[in-house]
């Protein structure tokens, strides 16, 4: 008999920063399911996203390898910089596209919150997104949607509600004062260390 082969799982996003929400989330689904492999990949050049917000995807690469590494996360979880090597603007399609390829065998998931889910039809190649690729769905509390297509996986969500915005306001409090108390609150959203990265590098502020 032949082994079932495992489905890949793509995690796609801006991460500016990531956090504990989005590390805490991939640990999540990978213990309610399993997977051949699961890709972390910060957006190269995200179209939905000014220029202005973000801060260089060298930067927002390094910030992901170094939360995720300290979670000491499962070998077959990778952060993959293969956005900088794919055209751009960063389309998701371009991306699952490069994943078919490499795992041609396999099903590819993409994890994506409700908010983001409803919205699919706005997507670049949306036809092509939704014959091809099925979707692990991030439930929000203040979010329904009537019937999710078939292939698609509906999950609850405990912890998406840490905000990079908030976190990005709170770096730029921290380095007028690097009050103590302010710091404590931080390593509730990120590590020592990529907080260490942030502020070494003059990130937000």
Known sequence: MLEEIK???????????????HTHLINYVINKMHFNHVYIIPSYHPPHKSEDDVVTFEDR????????????????????????YLPVPSY???????????????????LIGMDMYLNLQQWANYEVLVKKYNFIILKR??????????????LDNPYWNISSEKI????LDYSLTFNKKLELELLNFVSSELLQYIIEHKLYF
């Not at 690469?61 to 900088?84: C, G, Y």
């Not at 990005?168 to 770096?171: A, G, H, S, T």
């Open 7 to 21: 489905p890949v799982l793509v995690f796609g996003g801006t991460f500016n920063p990531p956090h504990y929400g």
């Open 61 to 84: 690469l390094a910030m992901t390898r170094i939360i995720f590494n300290s979670q000491k996360l499962p070998a077959h979880v990778d952060i993959s910089d293969i956005e900088k």
């Open 141 to 154: 509390e203040n979010l329904r949607v009537a019937k999710i297509s078939e292939g698609d996986i509906l």
């Open 168 to 171: 990005r306001k709170m770096v």
């Open 92 to 110: 998701s399609w371009g991306t699952l596209e490069h994943f078919r390829q490499k795992h041609q065998n396999a099903k590819i998931y993409m």
